[in-house]
């Protein structure tokens, strides 16, 4: 192995080591919200939706719905995502352009199971005065605080689904009743952005130490979600119906590395230096405005209409960019003649989407002290990926459009009910032929899979 080949060998042995470090801090103390790419009950399986009154989950569906009748509500609960997507068989996963040799081999898309706890409260804490209600709303994630990764850059990578559903969340808000039937309220969520630096010094002189600097920042930033309801009269031409609106602002949550690394690769001799920075979007969360409709019928039933226009245009990938690389001056001073490539930026256009929903809640049985639900729906999620993958190059992100199915059974009792519920989500099949015979993923490979959730919960009011 040359000079300069050992030099890499060991800037990238530095980098990995700070990358590693940067994970375990986004480990600790990263929250953003699980509900973002699933901001209603088709999607997520439970009976939470963003026209259900008094709901403790409400901080993260409407804070207007805060506002409610009853003192005190809390809802604890538990659920579930598993990735399930198919093999890619016989692709391209490197070649000598963005690595240093060419690989074909199969691809098993490995993604991380979802497992985490619901926790929800609402408390009515001036009801005479327009029946001012707090909420606070949480998820949190059983198998680690949180967990972050930034996916594959070349290989084939389904871009909203490797860690998004693997945040914690904590909401609070508060919802009033200016007027009677109709209900505002506001909540917060935050996001974070973190910047971190890294300072490296590798020996290969067995009598000299290697040393390592870390440090990290994390600056919180608020995240606002505004609702609002109108409930129906008895005497309106659609009696007991109700329409509500939510309006979420974007977050991006960013992280920074600054990273110096220096290196000696033979004795005391001069040390290879690097400088460069990296860049990667941990979290991004569209503006969105969602609308639902509940339309009760037939005594027993009640029919739900739900809808997200999100502005997907603007994300920002989670996949790791490296900017301002610099390699000129060594560590005393010397010119070291070496450049270092940077990023390239993604040829990739997103677009904004519009999902759209239905649910059927049915009560297949009242005994007077308890009642019993049953609840099914459908909706449909396109993809918010604009540029195929069949132009993009060495880039493969995926984001196949996607029906979403969902069962649940309820039993409510005066003061508590027991929900339990199934997800299923089925991905559209893709077809994708790679335009050149070396690039990542050629000559192409196909597109599917599915996604299988579900949970229970317990609810209490009082």
């Not at 009950?41 to 439970?46: C, D, F, L, Q, Y």
Request: glycine fraction near 8%.
């Amino acid at each position: 192995m040359g000079t300069l080949e050992r030099a890499f060998s060991i800037v990238r042995q530095a980098l990995g080591l700070a990358i590693v470090l940067l994970s375990s801090i986004l480990s600790s103390s990263l929250s953003s919200s699980t509900w973002a790419s699933s901001p209603f009950s088709v999607s997520n399986g439970s009976f939470v939706t963003i026209t259900d009154v008094g709901n403790p989950m409400s901080a993260f569906e409407n804070p207007a719905q805060l506002a409610a009748k009853n003192k005190l509500s809390a809802q604890y609960g538990w659920n579930t995502l598993i990735p399930q997507f198919s093999r890619m068989s016989n692709i391209l996963l490197e070649n000598n352009t963005v690595s240093d040799k060419t690989r074909v081999g199969n691809l098993d898309p490995d993604y991380r199971t979802t497992i985490g706890q619901l926790l929800g409260l609402r408390y009515a804490l001036f009801p005479e005065f327009l029946n001012f209600s707090i909420g606070l709303s949480s998820f949190l994630p059983w198998s680690a605080l949180a967990y972050y990764d930034s996916g594959e850059t070349f290989s084939p990578e389904f871009v909203l689904d490797r860690s998004r559903s693997q945040r914690p969340e904590v909401a609070v808000g508060f919802g009033i009743q200016p007027l009677p039937r109709f209900n505002l309220g506001a909540s917060l969520r935050l996001g974070y952005n973190l910047t971190a630096r890294a300072n490296v010094m590798l020996q290969t002189n067995p009598v000299k130490p290697s040393s390592i600097r870390f440090l990290a920042s994390l600056r919180p930033f608020p995240v606002p979600i505004i609702g609002s309801s109108y409930q129906f009269s008895d005497h309106d031409f659609c009696p007991n119906c109700s329409i509500s609106g939510v309006v979420r602002f974007p977050a991006d949550s960013s992280a920074t590395l600054d990273m110096t690394a220096a290196s000696r690769v033979f004795g005391d001799t001069a040390a290879f230096a690097f400088q460069l920075t990296g860049l990667s979007s941990l979290y991004f969360d569209p503006w969105s405005l969602d609308l639902g409709f509940s339309v009760p019928h037939l005594r027993r039933g009640v029919l739900k209409i739900e809808s997200s226009y999100q502005r997907w245009s603007t994300f920002k990938p989670p996949t790791a960019m490296i900017t301002n690389p610099q390699t000129s001056t060594c560590e005393n001073g010397t010119y070291c003649p070496l450049n270092v490539s940077p990023s390239q930026t993604l040829p990739i256009e997103f677009k904004d989407i519009l999902i759209v929903g239905i649910t059927e809640e049915w009560m297949i049985k009242d005994t007077g002290p308890s009642q019993w639900f049953v609840k099914a729906g459908a909706g449909y999620r396109p993809s918010i990926v604009k540029t195929s993958a069949n132009d993009t190059g060495n880039y493969n992100l995926l984001d196949p459009s996607r029906m979403m199915y969902t069962l649940g059974g309820r039993l409510q009792k005066s003061s508590w009910s027991f929900d339990v519920y199934l997800a299923y989500h089925q991905l559209e099949t893709q077809n994708i032929t790679k335009a050149s015979s070396s690039d990542i993923g050629a000559p192409g490979y196909t597109v599917s899979g599915s996604l299988l959730g579900g949970g229970a919960n317990v609810s209490f009011e009082m």
